[in-house]
């Protein structure tokens, strides 16, 4: 008897992987049926003639196209899970996850290939002071675990003249505020603004967002629209957000990011081209970083670029969270107007990165991180000790918790972002294997089941 892999999926005329393959196959989750191999695997389960299997060819059998005994069962809790040799990375967290014979996942059969890749905008961990302006950089401040790392680093390290710039959401959570009433007066040297959209632009946003993505997760993307005129007016040279490394690497593993974009940002012949570009058009040529600002306030404001559709690589986060927007029109105006203003004048903050491993003496290590923050910065970590990833906001899981059910289901191709984020944090030591497995079984919501939290979300934008 013959059946169909799990996690393979008829969708048209093709067939469709939902999960991350070894690494030799890691992206090619598409094969391309023809008619008779359509019709063929329309008709599963059943016995097959030698003919029918013939049809169906080296790339379909014993691959997607299975004998009942290696059908691969999708584990329905972590209980059940077949997990890395070397990381937490599992195929319940990760349906459709694939090992090879040493027992490794596809992250840590491909690190030494990926050991540079560490992100998408260029890399600067010492900023230069700023003769034009009040601020030497900006950071989008959550009061979370990175971003205070950041603010720490910026400030207290380097002693630059830091703008935190925070964006007020519903589900902020207690940690987070009390850590940002501790940074302020822990760091006196640092301006800290807050805004916040109202409650009935919010509530359409996070309404139309809750229809696409399952939750109404927004950050930093919205924060971006509210800020981006103020970066401008104060001539802001750089801004950063808190990310870590393994937030990067994970776009890269989701098929998110192909590989030539964590040389862009570096990359002095492209660079040198799109200022060529621009000084025949009579913009200002561009400093790094500059593009990898442009395009992201312009996507938010206009929505995807056509060539990044047609290229595959599209971030459905992102894209949804631009079709929310739209439903508040009034929102995107001032961002409108500070990117046109910016373009022609030259005055366009560039997007950077720092290197959270590279100033942690090669190794951010989590554990190691919060104790500095306690004692440096007045930073509250969340109630749930084991808790490392994304901590600022009180309905984290129930981002996880429909990212996985989604993914689980076949109905989205978008990896849980928190799966591949605690993967590849235990593989590349900023935590523990064990200290990863402990915080997905208490702090993470991969569930089968909707998690509390999602009563939460739900409330506010449906009353």
């Known amino acids: 008897m013959y059946l169909l892999q799990s996690r393979y999926k008829i969708e048209n005329k093709s067939l469709r992987y939902y999960g991350l393959r070894n690494k030799d196959n890691m992206f090619k989750n598409v094969i391309k049926l023809n008619n008779k191999q359509l019709c063929i695997i329309k008709s599963l389960p059943k016995e097959l003639t030698n003919e029918e299997l013939k049809a169906l060819g080296k790339k379909l059998v014993d691959v997607a196209v299975v004998k009942e005994e290696d059908y691969k069962k999708v584990p329905t809790s972590l209980k059940e899970a077949h997990f890395c040799k070397n990381c937490c990375a599992n195929d319940f967290i990760i349906p459709g996850l694939e090992f090879d014979e040493n027992g490794l996942c596809p992250m840590c059969q491909s690190k030494d290939d990926t050991k540079w890749m560490k992100a998408v905008v260029p890399i600067l961990n010492d900023i230069p002071k700023s003769k034009k302006s009040r601020f030497d950089i900006a950071l989008f401040y959550t009061g979370g675990k990175d971003s205070t790392f950041l603010l720490y680093y910026l400030s207290k390290i380097k002693n630059l003249r830091v703008l935190a710039l925070t964006w007020e959401i519903p589900y902020m959570s207690l940690s987070a505020k009390l850590s940002i009433e501790g940074a302020k007066k822990s760091f006196d040297k640092v301006e800290f603004i807050s805004q916040k959209v109202d409650n009935e632009s919010l509530k359409k946003i996070y309404s139309k967002l809750y229809k696409l993505s399952g939750n109404t997760c927004a950050c930093p993307s919205l924060a971006y629209v509210l800020f981006y005129e103020i970066l401008v007016d104060e001539k802001i040279p750089y801004f950063v957000a808190g990310n870590e490394p393994v937030q990067m690497k994970g776009l890269y593993y989701n098929h998110m990011a192909p590989k030539i974009a964590y040389k862009f940002g570096n990359n002095t012949f492209l660079n040198v081209l799109i200022s060529l570009g621009r000084i025949l058009t009579l913009h200002p040529p561009l400093r790094k970083g500059q593009i990898q600002t442009l395009l992201t306030m312009k996507q938010l404001a206009y929505g995807d670029n056509v060539f990044k559709k047609i290229a595959g690589y599209q971030n459905d986060l992102v894209s949804n969270v631009c079709k929310a927007i739209k439903e508040v029109p009034s929102i995107l105006k001032p961002l409108k107007r500070a990117i046109r ?123």
């Not at 190691?368 to 984290?396: F, M, Q, R, W």
Request: hydrophobic share 30%.
């Open 341 to 463: 203003r910016s373009s022609w004048s030259g005055n366009i903050p560039s997007f950077i990165q720092v290197d959270l491993n590279d100033v942690s003496k090669g190794n951010y290590d989590w554990r190691k991180v919060k104790d500095i923050l306690a004692k440096e910065c007045g930073y509250v970590a969340p109630s749930n000790i084991n808790k490392g990833l994304h901590t600022s906001c009180e309905i984290e899981k129930c981002k996880e918790y429909s990212q996985f059910i989604r993914f689980y289901k076949m109905e989205s191709t978008m990896i849980p972002f928190s799966s591949l984020e605690i993967s590849l944090a235990s593989r590349d030591g900023n935590i523990t294997r064990e200290e990863g497995i402990k915080e997905i079984e208490e702090s993470l919501g991969f569930s089968l089941k909707e998690v509390d939290e999602c009563k939460i979300m739900k409330d506010y934008f449906q009353k």
